[in-house]
Every structure is written in structure tokens, then in C-alpha cells.
């Protein structure tokens, strides 16, 4: 039985569009790491990392990894890593219900503190974060590709220093960049770790949510935004740059918190849904029923959640930065 507080709007998120990719090929490596390919154009550049399936049941991401490996997307210039992040939790997925086998003991993408210091830790996941830090520890450009509960644009999450939004600014084939405080901000995330999160480091990492879960649509938005990357970074020759689309800057204003992890939304929203007006229904909290309404005006929705644990949230508020967006 799922654990999650489930209803009838849940469950439409449920259907699995794709099996995932068989990944068994990938198991050795090339240097040394289960399941990390890297590779050395032996010329001047920087060490860029591509990862996916952090989150067992994010199966997109093996499939956009493979998609790549299969096409042998190599470096002219500095050194590609294909990554893919917890094949242990990714091997347990189950077609029949999606939305488990997110992790086996903990959330990798919270892991990145004190927990690889903890001897007593030997979670699955931290022994995994533990393997790959010498590797994400030369990393100069990472993308983490996830994915995410609700349909609709995908959306990239950075920290807000200046290096992280040049890049950004130029990967064009991302349509919203979130930047601010997420829930649960005191375990540090994979995109805040060492260099990554010193705001005077010229490395940036972005953690893409590419579409819904089990939608193929997110599938081929992850790999046309990952190839984007590898160009903007500099390790692949520019291309015809992709349509350029208007870039939204967005900053978290509020993370919605549900009492109990019960919440019914008003609508089926989308990310990014767009309220004009200040007071706007977006659902009932808790056990209660209490109206949770847009805080501001010109406020974004952002990530809903569809399948919610007691604790956790159901979606952030966020409003656009002046002047940062970009034509
Ligand atoms: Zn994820």
C-alpha cells in the first residue's frame, strides 16, 4: 500500500508511459565507479558531469544517459562524466506503483553534509554519495537531471550566485530557473555541496526537473536541454542554438506545507501555473480544509506535489525576478 495520502487526482499521475531502460550494460564503469563513464578529450576544458536517476523512480534520466552513451556524445574540448546516481533504488522501480522506490534508506540528494562524515551512516545512499564524491569533487559543470510529480515546463533549480545565473542565462532551452530557499534546506543537496555551493566558486550545478515522472515528453525535453548544456559549457561545439524561448527567473516565496500531508487542490495545476491576483484558490490544507491562497500577485506555482508524505510540501509559490528575464 503506498504510504502517501492518495486521492482521485493523485492517482492520474500514476500511468507510466515507458518501461525504464535496461542499465545492467553500464554496471563496471571506466574508472573504477560502478555506473560512471567518463571520458577525456585530452584538450583544454572543463570536467562536466551529466547524471540521472538520483531518485530510483526518476527513470528518465537512464534513458537520456543511455540515449547518450548509445550516441557516443563525447568531448572536442575538457572531459564528460555520465553518471548514473542510485542504480540500486533505480533496479527496484515497479511499473505498478511508480511513486515508491524513490530511495532505499534515505534521499540522496540530501546527503551531501555531515552524513558522508558519519562512519555509523551506512545507508545505502550515503555509501553511494561516498563513492562518487571523488569524482563530483572535480566536477566544474554538473547537470542533474530529475524529474518531477506535476506535468507542465520543466524547471531548473540553482543556487543564486553569479556564476550559476550566467550559465543559466544562456542554456536557452530551459524555460524557468528557480532560485531561493527549498523545503528542508538544512540537508544539503547534491546542487549545494562543496564547490557548487561556495558562492566565490566559478562551479555551477543545476537540478533539472525535465517533465512529469513517467511522461516520455520528459525524456526528450531532459536530452535536448542536456545536449544545450554540454554546448553552453563549452565541451561540445555550439549547434544551431535551440529556439530561443523567453527564460523565467523565478525566487521561492513560499513553500506550501500541508498539516498531516493532507491537501486537496482547487484544480489540476501545472508547474508553473501563472495567478495574476493575490488570494487565488490553490487548494485545502489539513484535515480542516483551510484555504491556502496565493500570497502575492503575479505569483507562479511551482512543482506540484501529487504524492505527499506527512511532512513534506505540496509545492512552492515563487515570483519573477525584475530584470532577469531574459529574451
Ligand atoms: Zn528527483
Not at 555506473?35 to 537512464?62: R, T
Not at 552524513?115 to 547537470?143: K, W
Not at 550566485?161 to 532551452?173: P, R
Not at 527567473?249 to 500541508?258: A, T, Y
Request: glycine share 8%; net charge negative; hydrophobic share 40%.
Amino acid at each position: 500500500m503506498a504510504p502517501f495520502v492518495m486521492n482521485d487526482l493523485s492517482r492520474r499521475y500514476t500511468n507510466v508511459e515507458y518501461a525504464p531502460v535496461d542499465i545492467s550494460e553500464y554496471a563496471d564503469g571506466n574508472i573504477g565507479i560502478p555506473y560512471v563513464w567518463s571520458y577525456d578529450s585530452k584538450q583544454p576544458g572543463p570536467h562536466v558531469m551529466i547524471c540521472g536517476i538520483m531518485h530510483g523512480n526518476e527513470i528518465a534520466g537512464a534513458e537520456i544517459l543511455v540515449r547518450m552513451l548509445k550516441n557516443t556524445v563525447r568531448p572536442e574540448n575538457g572531459r564528460i562524466t555520465f553518471c548514473f546516481g542510485n542504480p540500486d533504488a533505480y533496479a527496484r522501480f515497479d511499473c505498478a506503483a511508480p511513486y515508491l522506490n524513490r530511495f532505499i534508506d534515505a534521499d540522496i540528494n540530501r546527503v551531501w553534509g555531515p552524513e558522508l562524515e558519519d562512519p555509523y551512516n551506512q545507508g545505502s545512499e550515503v555509501r553511494r554519495a561516498r563513492a562518487l564524491r571523488p569524482i563530483v569533487d572535480t566536477v566544474d559543470y554538473l547537470l542533474d537531471i530529475h524529474t518531477m510529480q506535476g506535468r507542465g515546463r520543466p524547471v531548473a533549480l540553482i543556487q543564486g550566485k553569479t556564476a550559476a545565473l550566467d550559465l543559466i542565462a544562456n542554456i536557452t532551452s530551459i524555460p524557468i530557473v528557480l532560485t531561493g530557499t527549498m523545503h528542508q534546506a538544512e540537508r544539503l543537496r547534491l546542487r549545494d555541496y562543496a564547490q557548487f555551493g561556495d558562492p566565490d566558486d566559478k562551479a555551477v550545478a543545476i537540478q533539472l526537473e525535465a517533465g512529469q515522472h513517467w511522461e516520455a515528453s520528459a525524456i526528450a525535453q531532459g536530452e535536448l536541454i542536456a545536449m544545450d548544456f554540454l554546448e553552453c559549457v563549452g565541451v561540445l561545439p555550439r549547434q544551431s542554438k535551440p529556439r530561443a524561448q523567453k527564460q523565467l527567473h523565478l525566487e521561492v516565496v513560499e513553500i506550501v506545507l500541508p498539516k498531516g500531508g493532507i491537501f486537496e487542490y482547487a484544480k489540476d495545476f501545472e508547474n508553473g501555473t501563472f495567478f495574476p491576483h493575490r488570494g487565488a484558490l490553490l487548494g485545502f490544507s489539513g484535515p480542516e480544509r483551510v484555504e491556502v491562497l496565493t500570497p502575492i500577485d503575479n505569483c507562479y506555482f511551482i512543482m506540484p506535489v501529487h504524492f505527499r508524505l506527512d511532512g513534506g510540501s505540496c509545492g512552492r509559490f515563487a515570483r519573477s525576478i525584475p530584470g532577469k528575464v531574459s529574451a
